[in-house]
Antibody, heavy 123, light 106 residues
Framework: QVELQESGPGLVKPSGTLSLTCAVS?????????WSWVRQPPGKGLEWIGE???????NYSPSLKSRVTISVDKSKNQFSLKLNSVTAADTAVYYC?????????????????WGKGTTVTVS | DIQMTQSPSSLYASVGDRVTITCRAS??????FNWYQQKPGKAPELLIY???SLQSGVPSRFSGSGSGTDFTLTISSLQPEDFATYYCQQGYSTPWTFGQGTKVEI
């Protein structure tokens, strides 16, 4: 059973860089899945940030692309998020999630495993 | 980006009620569509994938239907543990996008 655990500073200064890591346990990160970051500002809905494949390929949200880097460390079985030039608007609970790929001809994608989330405050 | 619009934003219901939540995509997404449940202070959990497939461990009172642009989540008989916020999400193309959520309240 794959489990995900986020870690990182809970407080980041404005204009600084938010850095989080998601540790993957119960299975290798080098499987046919994407590994995503999703955030949720206080009292608001879910926002997808981006994702990484074990090869290092990435996809990012266009609204955050200029500030985001997501990378994978296969030796540590983890992936990471860096968001720079943060403001108060980046205050949120940050989740990591596995994007499961189903199918062999048509590919279906869904987030089937989530971490518990970590709260990051920019102040 | 594909926009996902849920309705209603919130609803009040009682235990035993049949509840229906709808989600509309801004373009045809076939059945590349998923539903999640989120309880306060917890991470979202996958309920339904590919529009109508029930995730393992999810009670059979939950069902999903639809294709193209219009989708529905139905809870046949609302239970106390079902009071939560429900999100739809398109899995057709990145950036993955979610609906704004539907809060089911007592």
């Amino acid at each position: 059973q794959v489990e995900l655990q986020e870690s990182g500073p809970g407080l980041v200064k404005p204009s600084g860089t938010l850095s989080l890591t998601c540790a993957v346990s119960g299975g290798p990160i080098s499987t046919n899945n994407w590994w995503s970051w999703v955030r949720q500002p206080p009292g608001k809905g879910l926002e997808w940030i981006g994702e990484v494949y074990h090869s290092g390929s990435t996809n990012y949200s266009p609204s955050l692309k200029s500030r985001v880097t997501i990378s994978v460390d296969k030796s540590k079985n983890q992936f990471s998020l860096k968001l720079n030039s943060v403001t108060a608007a980046d205050t949120a609970v940050y989740y990591c999630a596995r994007v499961f790929i189903m199918g062999t001809v048509d590919y279906y994608y869904y987030m089937d495993v989530w971490g518990k989330g970590t709260t990051v405050t920019v102040s | 980006d594909i926009q996902m619009t849920q309705s209603p934003s919130s609803l009040y219901a009682s235990v035993g009620d049949r509840v229906t939540i709808t989600c509309r995509a801004s373009q045809n997404i076939y059945t590349y569509f998923n539903w999640y449940q989120q309880k306060p202070g917890k991470a979202p959990e996958l309920l339904i994938y590919t529009a109508s497939s029930l995730q393992s461990g999810v009670p059979s009172r939950f069902s999903g239907s639809g294709s193209g642009t219009d989708f529905t989540l139905t809870i046949s008989s609302l239970q106390p543990e079902d009071f939560a916020t429900y999100y739809c999400q398109q899995g057709y193309s990145t950036p993955w996008t979610f609906g704004q959520g539907t809060k089911v309240e007592i």
